[in-house]
């Protein structure tokens, strides 16, 4: 087992050219914790400040994620687990990949198109995936994304302050494929508070979830409060899931 006690420093680097980089990697690895760390890309376009690949047994706390929040954040998330990511001005692709008990507790995300991107693989071997009581927030397209996982806890989150740009479709929360889905006790708030943005459309919870016969996916005790914006607010879309609990 690797223990990394990060004592509050921070791993900061800068990087310009479109190719698949983060300040701090870890791939095809298991049994790591890594504690107060501040972790940091400084590039105005280009770099994730983490990325996970073929991981197991992954705990991540206390720890500080922070990435560019400017229009040139849209490819570009504070923590990437996938194989690995394609960039253009038009779309943003991020590679499923295998991962297994992999958690993130009580730490803070800044910036980004999205503040974490959670891509599993379709055959939905990716599971075991937590996030609980950590801070999103500076974002610019979706706070929390993730596909493809099975057995995913999403609990106790904070996700606020989203950046918003005129004509814009954001999101607080957003889970697509997923099985043995929990969503519980997060707050999405302060979105838009301090101005109006013409045609934003911003969505707290963006769901497409399964269940089976033994497992239903549950969405309960969210909190969303504090939206304000001129075009389309909306609390929960459900696209399509299936045995699934409001």
């Known amino acids: 087992q690797l223990i990394i006690n990060g004592n509050g420093e921070s791993l900061i680097f800068s990087m310009n050219l479109d190719t698949n980089t983060s300040t701090f990697k870890i791939e095809n690895s298991s049994y790591i914790t890594i504690d107060s ?6 590039g105005i376009k280009y ?18 994620f922070k990435v560019d929040s400017t229009a040139n954040s849209a490819n570009i998330s504070g923590v990437r ?17 295998y991962f297994k008990d992999v958690n993130f507790v009580g730490n803070k995300f800044y910036g980004g198109g999205k503040g974490i ?25 979706t706070g929390i994304f993730i596909s493809s996982v099975r057995d995913l806890m999403i609990e106790s989150n904070s996700v606020h302050n989203a950046k918003l740009g005129y004509d814009k479709t954001v999101n607080g929360i957003e889970v697509w494929d997923c099985y043995g889905l929990k969503v519980n006790k997060n707050a999405i708030h302060k979105i838009g508070v301090n101005a109006l943005f013409e045609r934003i459309q911003f969505t707290a919870l963006y769901i497409r979830s399964y269940g089976n016969y033994n497992q239903s996916s549950i969405v ?4 969303v409060y504090n939206i304000r ?17 409001f």
Not at 37 to 42: D, Q, T
């Open 37 to 42: 760390l501040k972790i940091e890309s400084s």
């Open 47 to 64: 770099g994730d400040a983490m990325s996970l690949n073929n991981v197991t047994n992954i705990v991540i706390s206390n720890c500080v």
């Open 81 to 97: 687990i996938g194989q690995k990511s394609e960039r253009s001005n038009l779309f943003h692709v991020v590679y499923p990949s």
């Open 117 to 141: 991107h959670v891509s599993g693989l379709l055959d939905l071997t990716a599971s075991g995936f937590m996030l609980n009581q950590n801070s999103f927030r500076g974002f610019t397209e």
């Open 220 to 223: 309960s005790n969210n909190l």
């Open 229 to 245: 914006v001129d075009s389309i607010a909306i609390g929960i879309y459900d696209f399509g899931s299936d045995n699934i609990n």
